[in-house]
């Protein structure tokens, strides 16, 4: 080596291995919190292990997905509020599985970054173990990526990935769903993690105080309601879907009510969807006036109080709807399954609108 000439180091470049590691020592424990059977609690490897047998499966079929955050991250990362956005990654990916049938078993996680900070990760890190005990699911490993250049100071994206397993032929597909079924729906816990880019559009232009007393909750302050984590259904889910109590379920993201349902729904079978069947949160109302929202623009961008739907048979009902309530799920009626095209349509005082299974939404007056 040439002794005139400067040793560059991969730390002045940005990245530091040694941060890298202490943050690998750091959540270690929070790791070997989520572990279940199938699962060996061990990172560190170069992949992560699961038995579905020790799991307690003869023949299940695998069911994968994978999903964000979205820009609610950005809102966190402005406010410093980093300890929930975790529950919303799990959140996004397992509430997806336990629609199909599937026990979400193991996830992984991805975290990148301009610059690693251990305090924010850790975190981080620690919100997606704690969405992971409330699903379920064990976190066999991840992914931590410092890319200096990539994203702007302090900024960070994640991203999830989630493996489940339904036993063969017990798995939902919407094909049991016909006209007569009812439409119960189970409470969100807020926005979610879809809608943030308009959420943030009205913050800025409408000048809100987020660090105030929300106007429509003078209990808590804007943000925290804002960034109240996705709610994670499986734990009371699972147990009806094994008993054979739903036929079909629909988790609303992104597309809300009018293309989210269609989604699950077999040729020949339409959702209507009563909107004047429960009460707007306030969070809603004030977005909707905040914002001047059509209510159309309302079915399709948030979950309007809605995280998930459920078809089921009507001599089913009643069971399902006490036991939900048992385990502190707070049910809705929100409409039936008619003959008709594949699709949805929400009607309430305020409009009709309605979407087809091509994702096309139009208003019907």
């Known amino acids: 080596?040439?002794?005139?000439?400067p040793s560059y180091t991969y730390e002045q470049a940005g990245v530091s291995i040694d941060a890298g590691n202490r943050l690998v020592k750091a959540i270690g424990p929070l790791v070997k919190a989520t572990m279940r059977p199938g699962a060996d609690g061990e990172i560190g490897g170069f992949g992560g292990f699961f038995d579905p047998k020790a799991a307690g499966y003869k023949d299940p079929l695998l069911v994968a997905g994978n999903d964000g955050v979205g820009t609610k991250l950005k809102l966190a990362i402005d406010t410093d509020r980093h300890d929930a956005v975790g529950i919303d990654l799990v959140a996004m990916c397992v509430n997806d599985l336990i629609v199909q049938g599937a026990e979400p078993l193991f996830f992984l996680d991805y975290f990148a970054t301009g610059k690693l900070e251990n305090g924010v990760a850790e975190r981080v890190i620690a919100g997606i173990a704690e969405g992971c005990k409330q699903a379920g699911?064990?976190?066999?490993?991840?992914e931590t990526a410092e890319m200096p250049g990539m994203y702007a100071g302090g900024d960070y994206d994640l991203a999830g990935f989630c493996v489940g397993a339904v036993e063969r032929g017990e798995q939902l597909t919407g094909e049991r769903v016909a006209a007569g079924h009812i439409l119960l729906g189970i409470a969100s816990s807020g926005v979610h993690s879809n809608g943030f880019s308009l959420v943030r559009r009205l913050a800025e232009d409408k000048g809100w105080k987020l660090d105030r007393p929300a106007l429509f909750d003078q209990e808590r302050l804007l943000i925290e309601i804002l960034l109240e984590p996705t709610r994670i259904y499986v734990k009371t889910l699972l147990p009806l879907v094994r008993d054979g109590l739903i036929d079909a379920m629909a988790h609303i993201t992104g597309?809300?009510?009018l293309e989210n349902i269609p989604r699950v729904l077999p040729?020949?079978?339409?959702?209507?969807?009563?909107?004047d069947g429960w009460e707007q949160s306030g969070l809603m109302a004030f977005l909707q006036a905040q914002g001047n929202i059509e209510p159309g623009e309302m079915a399709r961008t948030f979950n309007c109080g809605v995280g998930m739907v459920l078809?089921?048979?009507?001599?089913?009902?009643?069971?399902?709807?006490?036991?939900?309530?048992?385990?502190?799920?707070?049910?809705?009626?929100i409409g039936r399954i008619v003959d008709g095209?594949?699709?949805?349509?929400?009607r309430g005082s305020q409009g009709t609108w309605s979407a087809r299974a091509d994702w096309e939404a139009v208003h019907l007056g």
């Open 1 to 5: 080596m040439n002794s005139d000439t």
């Open 137 to 142: 699911c064990a976190l066999i490993g991840g």
């Open 255 to 257: 597309g809300g009510l």
């Open 267 to 275: 040729q020949g079978a339409h959702a209507q969807v009563d909107a």
């Open 311 to 333: 078809a089921v048979a009507p001599s089913k009902v009643e069971l399902v709807r006490s036991r939900l309530e048992e385990a502190g799920e707070d049910v809705l009626p």
């Open 341 to 346: 095209d594949k699709g949805c349509t929400v």
